[in-house]
């Protein structure tokens, strides 16, 4: 579904990724792990089309992303959930939600029906819809900005950070409505920093340090790893 292939990225004379090649197969959760700075970020707004790569290829589907602005790669299925929310605070969690549905204005029943769906994954926004966004929890918040993903109607939907900033018993919560989102066909690329956490819901994992692919294998075989555990789980 999604294929990386000998990508960098380069800050003026700073390489922030090299030679990054890894895949994403349609339906599964796959995991990026790696500490603050270690490139997940990079990575992502790459292919958003946030980032113009210095090399290598994107391809989703068979589809070239390399140059496409960041608008043709949502509305080609790829759509990115940011790290830090990025909600409009001032605005409705109604309002903030079906801003996600822009590239699909003109599909008016469609959008309707993706909006029910995304209360049913989060009830609560139903009864939040008029409130400003910023007057939300942090969970809740969390919660609208993976809705407003949502309603762009991704197939590959990428998720950094979610966890970031949430209560244990948020993040166990959001974790759950990761794995219904993938369980309902969504295939699901998702940054993390709370290892554990992540692995215990992933098919398969990366791990990034300091702008380069180093490991990877599946949920077992990570979960199991040494040097995994010392790193990003603890022993």
Known sequence: MLQLENLDVCYGSFKALSDISMTVDTGELVVLLGANGAGKATLFNAISGLIKPAAGDIRFEDKH????KPNAVVSSGVVQCAEGRKLFPQMSVHQNLMMGAYVHRRDRDGNKKRLNEVLELFPILEDKSGQPAGSLSGGQQQMVAIGRAMMSR???LMLDEPSLGLAP????QMFETIQQINGLGTTVLLAEQNAFAALKIAHRAYVMENGRLVM???????????????AYIGA
């Open 65 to 68: 992303l390399n140059g496409m």
């Open 154 to 156: 991704p197939r590959l």
């Open 169 to 172: 018993l948020v993040v166990k």
């Open 216 to 230: 990877e294998g599946d949920r077992e075989a990570m979960l199991g790893n040494e040097e995994v555990r010392k």
